[in-house]
């Protein structure tokens, strides 16, 4: 597997942590109930499909990026840095 | 025995090989197959399962039967070698495997004549009583008679590589269809890989006449060959496999680097490659199958191709008397090679009615054989046709089911190949890897014209992708006949019939699995064993699918499809391990220390990836217990020097720095003063304890954070996604520094003393109140100073930039042993914060809260962190939690282990009366104690309760004293004196 | 049909025209009193011990490919009980105890072999956690022995101590641990079942799980709808997407986890031994194949197939452990999807929904647990009440935070 990152090229999915779905760029503000942790930590959609899924490019230019690509094909569509305002949406 | 004028061996280099020790000779350019065969050795192996004699039956890396160990000097042995892919080489020994204790006569043979009892799925029905039996007798037998070669036992010390390569095309097979492939996209200036699996590069060329472009074959592939030599752009690899489709256009490869070799002279044995490709091109053929009769299995019986490859590539006659068996124009065309090379063509058996008649020799239309005999090779077989029964005498039969592409990659990510009946055979999904394209013999395509067409078709269509330009270079004439198979699959009979040779599955065994209800694909082949062996159903996968549609009463599409999985060839583990072998696993991290630590003579340990002193003996000390109260009384009552540059630094500057910290840490350090360190609590967002450790603010908006050592990465790593996918708005940037900083502690009363004589100017006591920090001058070089302590002593922590640390290191020691202290390690670290109540990654080992180590009231309620609301949830605190406390034993003297669990005195050391567990534990020379850190149940109520500690695993059971974890000095006075 | 030596023996002297069917192909019913959704190994147990312990018989299993065509069909065979948190320590000692009974009560040989198993440890610290680990092993009155260096050398003398990346300290030996044969496992069980009179119900795939005023009224197959007051779903590796039939989001995100055999050998390794530096556990089937696998592959994914770089890492893992297994070949290499929870342990619980029942989340421990797993599942679908040794898998201990995180990995998936 192969990720594009924005700011390196294309480079083998070993140089990349993987942490979990993009929900984790949404997190709840001070006081949100318990069920809004809930859902930001621990529940997920698991699409079997296309999913949106935070990498690090750890052995390399330490950007955090969110790659748009499809859980069943494990082909990678897109990928943006995490720090670009439109990552969340 | 050998063809005068045939074959591509260099008779000119004979060389000497044994198997099963008889000395044989055969010629460079032979496998140790085609040798054997000179040499009239039929009798290979044995059979997995009824030990039956099996011979060769293949030319390739498919072969089932004849798999052997090939012996090294010094015991080493490669078990499951495939004679008919193993080059021959000067010396080569081999053995031959899974018999006992001949090859001729191996006692186990015995489970032949017991076959009626071993079918499909027997041991799931019996060896159940009485279940003790199970791993004494049954389990036992069952093992030593499965199993194919030995494994030596012995480490494998021969080298292995591995390596990377990128192209714009890789070739996958270099037959006719992958050299006009390579050749296209060579000239059209692309990077090209050519990988090829045989030590020679052409293909079916290799072993089966024809013209193209008005010339041999092979002429007319070395003219191709030696124009991608020339070319830049160009590799040719021989002897490489490729293994492994994977995602993003990789491909794995095992290049037997010197297999053929009898001294690799320095050169690996196998390399394993990741071939990083634009586009593959799949040109790696078809696999010829065999057809299931009676007693199909015996030496001598093998496939026509291989026949002609034996015969034409390495002058070779597999048999006096040949016959053939076949349902398509393979028949006419293996008599023909067998007939031009002066080989007896006994008799062709074609089982299609209207089998076209050409040559001179006995045609039995419409036939098929019923049986065989021959003890340890073929005598003769049974002819069955309109006419009746005949027996044939013959020592070699020619076999020819028909072709099956080699649709092996096209399977691996999970692409179901499709059925063509035109071929009778599967060929591969359209797009099934994406950017791999089959081409040629592997996409159904079996004449040398269509090859040809073809193999240009995919490099365009490669190219193509690419967004390359490519010229269409002009075909060259060949060969272009029609392939007609009329499919034969098994031929009804009452005996066995073999469909996997190798795992002895046979016709019964499928049609057993069908009337027990185990109908579906899968089911047949789990119940059976079909696919499972060596070969990965190479040879039997379509056949034994036939059967079991035929069984079930559906057609072969309907009743399933054949699929493989990665790796196309088995391949050693040492090849994909390569690189991992003793300290290659993972990388070594070293102090500028450790060449002054390992001159003192301390043991370095492992710490996460890093090495640290265990303790630093001293003469007369005779175990690390001495060494370790030493080093801690020298810190409690002079001073000591530790290395501590292993825990994590990170450099934080930014006008939101304060900030960043105040999210990530729990307490506040937005109002922290340069020149001031504070203790700082971080949590996951899971609201468990992350790390902890010291941040010191070394100027305004510029931080320096420490980590623990095992946490270094992981802090890093939470600080960037933090800051990039949470506040990438906040002005605040940050480096680890770990490394280009050595860091030292300097702990006990004199270490100010100490410091002073190596400092440029002396401390002040009144600027360095505990927690200060800030510039200082070693000789000459910038520094900077820590009043920080891990051992409750009055102690600092300078830094350096790391290429002054040896000499620093050095120079604190030394001084340090001059007032009566010196270096400590890791041991006796851990007793000093043990005492102090100190924790570490035994206490915060991912399931801790902060609520647990008594830390609640550091999460500020003034602000949000980082798992401030997870921590709060209901589970995560309160009474039924297991709290930090200290343990004192009763009787001091006593020893008590970490891991032991907790009960109340009196109770039952068992699950349900569990009060927590001891995390870890010191024998404290200041004390004159044991003393123990652990978790128990709602602990912080029960100081002064006695506690039943039970250690199983080191048959302790003590009892102990309760109290806060603080053992030493409470109040903290001596580390702030 | 009742399987035995001396059945084999009498078959074979006649041709072994007698086997019969090892479970029925019906066709599915208007209406059954439960119905489990997924034919694997957790979904059978369940429905053998809920006809077994429970006296039910008018119950489906459906299956949408082929009968323990999942994860119990596709694992690297291992079974134990060396858990040290409470609430697992009991659901896996529950579990190993049905395991030594397994080949009695199926009347099916699964071939569980308790050959022992041993985890390496590699540093003082892993020592007092695999400490710890023992004693818990021991209160809860199975076995455990913490071996030393010479310890290991004695069982295992084929390690590479001398110069591994990271030196044998020692192993805690569990020696009821072992393997068992996965496939007949499941089949095992399918066939306990049918003769119970549960219908086995295969290339029937769930499309939808009908629900009226908050309590479930059956399901909507390819094979049509089918009535039922309960339901259970057991379909670890599609668990999310059955959930949301029903209008649930799970704490599960889905992960491929490879495993790997070689061409057979002759006997060369006798336990199953587990490497934690290196993330790496082998053992030898009876076959003679080493089977062995790692970690995860560490992204979510659905595609029964993993990438190269957790298969390099495997192997060389096994390689800096034990180089003797340098020239055995890999054979063969597959993926599993797991249900990863966020503190790695499973799920057997009542939904929101009534009738509607889950056990699901069960990382990649799932295979050693099947028996349990089942057991309890029956006893919640039957009693509707969680079983005693399953009272901690609650579908909601992530809100509250009370969880069973023996890795102490923490809230993400992937890690445990």
């Known amino acids: 597997m192969r990720i594009p990152c924005p700011l390196c090229g294309p480079r083998d999915r070993r140089e990349f942590y993987y942490y979990g779905a993009d929900d984790y760029l949404r997190r709840p503000e001070e006081g949100a109930p318990p069920e809004a942790w809930d859902a930001y930590l621990h529940l997920r959609d698991n699409p079997a499909g296309v999913t949106r899924d935070l990498w690090h490019h750890e052995m390399g230019c330490s950007a955090w990026l969110v790659v748009t690509r499809n859980t069943v094909t494990h082909e990678v569509i897109s990928v943006r840095l995490a720090s670009e305002k439109e990552a969340a949406k | ?977 | 049909m009742r399987y035995s030596g001396l059945k084999v023996i009498t078959e074979g002297l006649f041709g072994n025209k007698g086997w019969r069917p090892a479970w029925r192909n019906p066709e599915p019913k208007a209406e059954y009193d439960a119905i489990i959704i997924g034919g694997g190994g957790h979904g059978l147990s369940t429905a053998y011990y809920l006809a077994r312990n429970h006296g039910m018989r008018n119950i489906a299993v459906l299956e949408k490919g082929y009968l323990g065509g999942g994860n119990v069909g596709r694992n690297t065979t291992i079974v134990r009980a060396n858990y040290f948190l409470p609430g697992n320590s009991e659901f896996y000692s529950h579990s190993l105890k049905l395991w030594e009974g397994l080949e009695a009560e199926l009347n099916y040989n699964v071939m569980h072999s308790q050959r022992g198993l041993i985890n390496l440890f590699h540093s003082d610290g892993q020592r007092d956690a695999f400490a710890r680990r023992g004693n818990s092993m021991v209160n809860q009155g199975d076995d455990a022995i913490l071996l030393d260096r010479d310890g290991v050398r004695e069982l295992l003398p084929y390690l590479d101590f001398e110069q591994t990346r990271f030196p044998i300290y020692g192993g805690l030996l569990h020696p009821r641990g072992g393997t068992a044969r996965h496939d007949a496992v499941a089949w095992g069980y399918a066939r306990g079942a049918d003769r119970r009179g549960v219908d086995l119900i295969q290339n029937c795939e769930v499309t939808g799980i009908d629900i009226e005023n908050g309590r479930v009224t059956g399901v909507q197959t390819t094979r049509g709808a089918i009535r039922a007051r309960k339901v259970g779903i057991l379909v670890a590796g599609r668990s999310g997407q059955v959930a949301a039939m029903a209008g649930m989001r799970l704490p599960i995100e889905s992960h491929v986890l490879q495993a790997f055999v070689t061409e057979g050998l002759k006997p060369v390794i006798d336990h199953v031994i587990s490497f934690g530096m290196g993330h790496f556990y082998i053992s030898q089937s009876d076959k003679g194949g080493l089977v062995f696998g790692g970690d995860i592959d560490f992204y979510a994914s659905y595609a029964s197939r993993g990438n190269l770089p957790m298969v390099e890492h495997v192997m060389e893992a096994g390689m800096t452990l034990m180089p003797m297994i340098g020239r055995a070949k890999v054979l063969r290499s597959w993926g599993g999807i797991m249900d990863m929870t966020p503190d790695g342990s499973p799920i057997i619980d009542k939904t929101d929904i009534d009738g509607l029942f889950i056990d699901c989340g069960w990382n990649y421990g799932g295979f050693k647990a099947v028996p349990a797993s089942g057991w309890c599942m029956a006893h919640l679908m039957a009693t509707g009440e969680s079983h005693a040794v399953a009272r901690r898998f609650r579908l909601n201990r992530f809100l509250t935070g009370h969880l069973l995180d023996e890795e102490g990995t923490g809230s993400q998936h992937n890690l445990h």
Request: glycine share 10%; proline share 5%; aromatic share 8%.
């Open chain 2, 1 to 977: 025995m050998r063809l005068q004028g045939k074959g591509l061996i260099d008779r000119t280099k004979p060389l000497a090989f044994r198997f099963d020790g008889t000395q044989y000779t055969g010629f460079a350019g032979d496998t140790l197959a085609s040798a054997l065969l000179a040499n009239g050795v039929r009798l290979v192996g044995r059979s997995f399962k009824y030990h039956r004699p099996r011979g060769i039956l293949t030319a390739g890396s498919e072969e089932p039967n004849a798999l052997v160990e090939v012996l090294e000097a010094g015991g080493q042995q490669t078990p499951n070698t495939r004679a008919t892919v193993q080059e021959l080489y000067e010396g080569l020994a081999a053995r031959s495997q899974n018999r006992f204790p001949s090859l001729k006569r191996d006692l186990l043979a015995v489970n032949d004549l017991m076959s009626p009892f071993f079918g499909a799925g027997f041991y799931y029905k019996t060896f159940m009583w009485p279940r003790a039996f199970w791993e004494t007798i049954y389990e036992p037998a069952i093992r030593r008679a499965a199993g194919l070669g030995k494994l030596s036992g012995k480490h494998d010390e021969a080298l292995y590589e591995k390596a990377f390569a990128f192209c714009d095309v890789l070739v996958i097979g270099s037959g006719p269809a992958g050299l006009m492939a390579a050749l296209t996209a060579a000239r059209a200036g692309a990077e090209v890989i050519l990988a090829e699996e045989d030590s020679r590069m052409g293909g079916r060329l290799l072993s089966d006449a024809g013209e193209i472009d008005g010339q041999e074959g092979l002429a007319w592939a070395s003219g191709v060959l030696a124009e991608l030599r020339g070319l830049p752009n160009v590799r040719l690899m021989t002897r490489t496999t490729v293994t492994g489709a994977y995602d993003g256009g990789t491909l794995s490869a095992l290049e037997r680097v010197s297999h053929h070799l009898a001294d690799p002279a320095g050169r690996p044995r196998e390399c394993f490659w990741r071939i990083v490709a634009g586009r593959a091109v799949l040109a790696a053929g078809a696999l010829e199958r065999p057809i299931a009769f009676e007693d199909n299995d015996r030496p001598g019986i093998m496939l026509a191709s291989a026949v002609r490859s034996y015969v034409n590539r390495w002058g070779v006659a597999p048999g006096r008397k040949v016959t053939i068996f076949a349902n398509n124009d393979t028949a006419r065309q293996t008599a023909d090679v067998l007939v031009a090379a002066g080989v007896q063509v006994a008799a062709v058996i074609d089982s299609r009615a209207d089998a076209p008649t050409t040559g001179d020799y006995r045609l039995y239309r419409g036939a098929t054989i019923v049986g065989t005999q021959g003890r340890h090779g073929l005598e003769w077989i049974s002819v069955r046709d309109a006419n009746g029964e005949r027996r044939v005498e013959t020592d070699c039969l020619a076999v020819s089911g028909g072709w099956n592409p080699t649709v092996h990659l096209t399977c691996h990510m999970n692409g179901r190949p499709v059925w063509n009946p035109e071929i009778a055979a599967f060929v591969p999904a359209e797009n099934a890897v994406p950017g791999l394209i089959p081409c040629g013999a592997a996409a159904g395509v079996f004449s040398t014209a269509g090859c040809l067409a073809d193999g240009q078709r995919a490099a365009l269509a490669a190219l193509d992708a690419l967004g390359r330009k490519a010229p269409t270079l002009a075909l060259p004439k060949a060969e272009d006949g029609t392939y007609a198979i009329h499919p034969l699959w098994a031929v009804e009979g009452a005996r066995r019939a073999w469909l996997d040779f190798a795992n002895d599955v046979t016709v019964k065994d499928v049609k057993l699995a069908a009337q027990e209800n185990f109908s579906s694909v899968e089911h047949m082949k789990r119940y059976t064993t079909q696919g499972m062996a060596p070969d990965q159903g190479k040879n039997s996968n379509v056949g034994a699918l036939a059967v079991l549609a035929d069984a079930t009463g559906r057609a072969i599409p309907e009743t399933g499809t054949t699929t493989f999985r990665p790796p196309f060839v088995p391949t050693s583990i040492a090849a994909m391990g390569a690189g991992g072998r003793a300290a290659g696993f993972a990388p070594q991290r070293f102090t500028t220390s450790h060449a002054a630590s390992v001159e003192r003579g301390a043991p370095m340990i492992e710490a996460g990836l890093w090495y640290r002193p265990s303790y630093f003996p001293r003469p007369g000390e005779t175990n690390w217990r001495e060494s370790c109260d030493r080093e801690v009384q020298f810190v409690r009552e002079r001073v000591g020097v530790c290395d501590v540059s292993t825990l994590g630094k990170i450099d934080i500057q930014g006008a939101d720095a304060g900030r960043f910290l105040d999210l990530v840490y729990t307490n506040t350090f937005s109002t922290l003063k340069p020149g001031r360190v504070r203790y700082g609590l971080m949590l996951r967002e899971d609201g468990h304890v992350m790390d902890d450790g010291t941040t010191a603010c070394l100027g305004e908006n510029h931080y320096l954070m420490t980590t623990t050592t095992a946490a270094a990465g992981l802090v890093m790593r939470h600080l960037e996604f933090v800051h990039q996918a949470l506040h990438p708005d906040w002005d605040v940037r940050f480096i680890s520094v770990t490394e280009q900083w050595a860091q030292f502690a300097v702990a006990g009363p004199r270490s100010r003393d100490l410091l002073n004589s190596i400092l440029d100017e002396k401390l002040k006591p009144e600027d360095w109140p505990f927690m200060a920090c800030g510039p200082v001058r070693v000789g000459g070089v910038a520094g900077r100073l820590f009043r920080i302590s891990f051992s409750g002593e009055h102690a600092y922590e300078v830094a350096v930039p790391a290429r002054y640390g040896a000499a620093l290191f050095r120079d604190l020691v030394a001084r340090a042993e001059t007032m009566g202290g010196g270096a400590y390690g890791m041991e006796a670290l851990n007793v000093l914060r043990i005492e102090k109540g100190l924790i570490t990654h035994a206490e915060i080992h991912g399931r801790t809260t902060a609520f647990d180590i008594g830390a609640e009231k550091m999460i500020s309620a003034k602000k949000d962190c980082i798992g401030k609301a997870a921590a709060a949830r209901p589970g995560m605190i309160g009474p039924d939690r297991d709290q930090l406390v200290g343990l004192r034993p009763l009787s001091p003297g006593k020893a008590i282990g970490a891991g032991a669990h907790l009960f109340k005195q009196g109770e039952a050391a068992k699950r349900e009366n569990d009060q927590g567990y001891v995390t870890s534990v010191c024998w404290s020379p200041t004390l004159d104690s044991h003393l123990g850190l652990a978790f128990l149940r709602n602990g912080r109520a029960r100081h002064g309760e006695t506690i039943r500690l039970v250690d199983h695993m080191r048959k302790t059971d003590v009892l102990c004293e309760v109290c806060d974890p603080v053992f030493l000095d409470p109040t903290g006075g001596r580390a702030r004196g």
